[in-house]
């Protein structure tokens, strides 16, 4: 039988999403979980490898198991098993068929910035600080260059191991919120990296250290030396991954917002 589940995780303390020999994994924790569930070793396919530090909402993974569980006992022992920086939403049987990378149609991607001149205290490592001040309608007309299908070599990591670099970006939307600043982030795949490389962008420009068509030079480079800094992890959360209808999969999209603090 095949399963699919949906997890929510703070990825504050983990190395990412992929098992190492010897750093703490996302996915070592969620696959011992499942194995004491099923009684018998369980291997773990995820929607999207996130990177260490990356939060995530609603991240999806499918296993196929011998074990005979309810999906109410799937969701309650392997929460059971689980530390407190993970837990599962949702779990429930899916055709054979269904792959949870293969068969998404899209992910969204939520950055969120708190932009002012002190650090953040009970909100470090859940938002990426910048003590300049962000002029967002510079950063939203940047933006707009991006949006598209387009070779994205210049926004993906170094060590990037995607055959292709062609993505669709289907929106990019930058707004305020008091002292904090959220760029939403839809496409059909990511490259490893390549939010963080467009909020880098972003930045640089609502600092106004670049105009906003250099994220279109950016982007005609095809060279990631010509994209500037790579910005924090901290404050990005993968929120969700949509899927066909006939996937049967719940939506559990959530909105990743915070209080105006001004």
Request: proline content about 4%; charged content about 20%.
């Amino acid at each position: 039988m095949r399963i699919a589940a949906i997890l929510e995780y703070d990825g504050s303390n983990f190395s990412g999403w992929q098992r190492q020999d010897k750093a703490r994994s996302i996915q070592a924790v969620v696959e011992e979980a499942l194995s004491r569930v099923a009684d018998e070793p369980i291997q773990v396919t995820v929607a999207g490898r996130t990177d260490a530090g990356v939060h995530a909402a609603a991240q999806v993974i499918h296993f196929d198991t011998g074990a005979a569980r309810s999906a109410y006992s799937w969701v309650r022992g392997a929460n059971s098993h689980l530390p407190a920086d993970v837990v599962f939403l949702w779990a429930g049987p899916v055709e054979d068929g269904f792959h949870a990378r293969y068969s998404a149609t899209g992910r969204h991607y939520h950055y969120v910035i708190l932009n002012r001149p002190a650090r953040p205290t009970y909100l470090a490592r859940r938002v990426t600080h910048d003590y300049r001040p962000l002029d967002t309608d510079r950063m939203q007309q940047g933006a707009r260059f991006l949006v598209g299908e387009h070779d994205f070599t210049s926004f993906r990591a170094a060590e990037c191991q995607a055959k292709n670099p062609v993505r669709e970006l289907r929106s990019l939307e930058v707004a305020r919120q008091g002292e904090f600043i959220h760029v939403r982030v839809h496409a059909n795949a990511f490259l490893q990296h390549m939010v963080r490389n467009i909020a880098g962008v972003l930045m640089a420009i609502g600092a106004g250290e670049q105009e906003p068509e250099w994220a279109k030079q950016v982007l005609a480079a095809r060279d990631r030396k010509a994209g500037g800094i790579t910005a924090d992890a901290d404050g990005l959360y993968l929120v969700s991954v949509t899927y066909p209808a006939s996937a049967g999969l719940p939506d559990l999209a959530h909105a990743v917002s915070f209080p105006d603090m001004n």
